[in-house]
Every structure is written in structure tokens, then in C-alpha cells.
Nanobody
Framework: QVQLVESGGGLVQPGGSLRLSCAAS????????MGWYRQAPGKQRELVAV???????KYADSVKGRFTISRDNAKNTVYLQMNSLKPEDTAVYYC?????????WGQGTQVTVSS
């Protein structure tokens, strides 16, 4: 397990962009999978994007072409670049890490898309 801290959330207008950061307390080089979930009020938590230690990525259909997940092992940080934001993207976004069956979760960062 590692400690994860999200940042970068905020209020943005539709069509705008935000970049979320997930800072880990230790090296993420050997962590197999890291990614982002989100949960909107009254809805279930859903997987947004994942990235493996090998660099492969996967996205929810609802964000494909708009969101990009990346990792910087030197900075022990995972990013989620969010472009062309829509009101339905409004949610608390959570970073997670999965290493050999052990999961770690951040506390979340609020993203609100509204005009």
C-alpha cells in the first residue's frame, strides 16, 4: 500500500479543461495498475481510466477522446488530463493503486462542471 493524495479539482465551465494529479508517498515504478474512479451525487462509483506499469491505458467510453491518463515515475505521480468537460463529468474523482492485490485509495478531489 501507498499513500495517495489527489489535487487539481475545481469549478470549470463546460468545454473547459482540468488536470488532476495523484501524488504517491513512494515509488510507483513497480505498481501494476493505477487509475481514476469518480462518483457523482446519488450515483455509483465508476471507473474512468487506468494505466499499467507497462504504459497501457484504458478508458470508460464516456471519456474516450477527452481524457488522458499518464504517469511520471520520477515524480511518483499519476495525472488525468480532462478536456472538453461536460456537466455530467461533475463528480468526486478518486485515485487508486493496485499492486499485487493490495489496493490504495486517495481521499478524492471535487470536479464541478457548470456554467
Amino acid at each position: 500500500q501507498v499513500q495517495l493524495v489527489e489535487s487539481g479539482g475545481g469549478l470549470v465551465q463546460p468545454g473547459g479543461s482540468l488536470r488532476l494529479s495523484c501524488a504517491a508517498s513512494r515509488s510507483i515504478f513497480s505498481i501494476n495498475t493505477m487509475g481514476w474512479y469518480r462518483q457523482a451525487p446519488g450515483k455509483q462509483r465508476e471507473l474512468v481510466a487506468v494505466i499499467t506499469s507497462g504504459g497501457s491505458t484504458k478508458y470508460a467510453d464516456s471519456v474516450k477522446g477527452r481524457f488522458t491518463i499518464s504517469r511520471d515515475n520520477a515524480k511518483n505521480t499519476v495525472y488525468l488530463q480532462m478536456n472538453s468537460l461536460k456537466p455530467e463529468d461533475t463528480a468526486v474523482y478518486y485515485c487508486y493503486a493496485d499492486s499485487r492485490g493490495l489496493a490504495s485509495w486517495g481521499q478524492g478531489t471535487q470536479v464541478t462542471v457548470s456554467s
